[in-house]
């Protein structure tokens, strides 16, 4: 099995995959990399609203075609994963686009907020959970329910460092991502017996654009001298959800180059 073919025949849904600096697009191009046919997710508003502007998606599906292999696709499905409707209709239309789905990959996440606990509001926490939590739960709800037992069913969950060290000025972000960290076990337990393996994945201090202003200091922090990058974490997550990551299941995995806190 190489890297060009382990994810040959199969179809991936990936959240959060509008920027060509994110995680959520590197996880794509590996996959498409090793042969999967990718369904983006994306929700322009979020990327206004935190990154000041939004990317040609046009252009980013056309730099992914242009890796596909044989038979393979590449579409794209919007959504506003913080409503309540919207993950069992993203992957409604993923299945739509590409028929049965075998991998998941809930890399969509709230920013903003930063609050600590005592600025935190109602709101900030609601938006934090309604998104990173409760939209992951959704949409790995509804991956499951098309799932027929297949080989090769992966869910992949995204949670940060907040097991490692205090996040005490971003607490609403902090507890959103906890939660995942914390119901991988169960999540997986239950999941386990229809073919499907959960793992969650701590990328650490990725520099997706939000860094660029204190990348050099934080280098330091680092043996390898630099910060991570989208591809750090994206090729552990293309090694799970491929044939090679069979025996790895309900973990909690941190990909952080060593970093020092």
Not at 72 to 87: F, H, I, N, R, Y
Not at 209 to 231: H, I, K, N, W
């Amino acid at each position: 099995m190489t890297d060009e073919t382990s994810l040959t025949g199969r179809t991936a849904l990936v959240t959060g995959a509008s920027r060509r600096r994110g995680i959520g697009f590197a996880v794509a191009t590996r996959l498409v990399r090793r042969g999967a046919s990718v369904v983006l997710h994306h929700h322009a508003p979020h990327d206004q609203d935190v990154y000041g502007g939004v990317e040609d998606l046009d252009a980013l599906l056309e730099e992914l075609r242009a890796q596909l292999a044989p038979g393979a696709q590449v579409t794209a499905v919007a959504g506003d994963l913080g409503t309540p409707d919207a993950p069992h209709a993203v992957v409604a239309a993923a299945r739509g686009a590409v028929g049965h789905l075998d991998v998941l990959v809930c890399n969509h996440a709230r920013s903003g907020d930063e609050v600590w606990l005592r600025t935190a509001t109602v709101e900030a926490l609601d938006r934090h959970w309604e998104v990173n939590t409760r939209g992951t739960l959704l949409l790995t709800q509804a991956f499951a329910a098309q799932h027929d037992g297949r080989r090769g069913g992966r869910v992949i969950w995204m949670t940060s460092g907040q097991g490692h060290g205090p996040m005490s000025d971003n607490l609403a972000y902090a507890v959103s991502k906890a939660a995942l960290a914390g119901a991988t076990w169960s999540v997986a337990d239950e999941l386990v017996e229809s073919g499907i393996l959960l793992n969650t994945v701590n990328p650490g201090p990725v520099n997706s654009g939000y860094l660029d202003e204190v990348e050099g200091e934080l280098a330091r922090r680092f043996p390898t001298g630099r910060v991570g990058l989208p591809d750090d974490p994206a090729r552990l997550i293309a090694w799970l959800v491929s044939d090679e990551g069979e025996w790895v299941v309900g973990q909690v995995l941190s990909t952080e180059g060593g970093f020092r806190r």
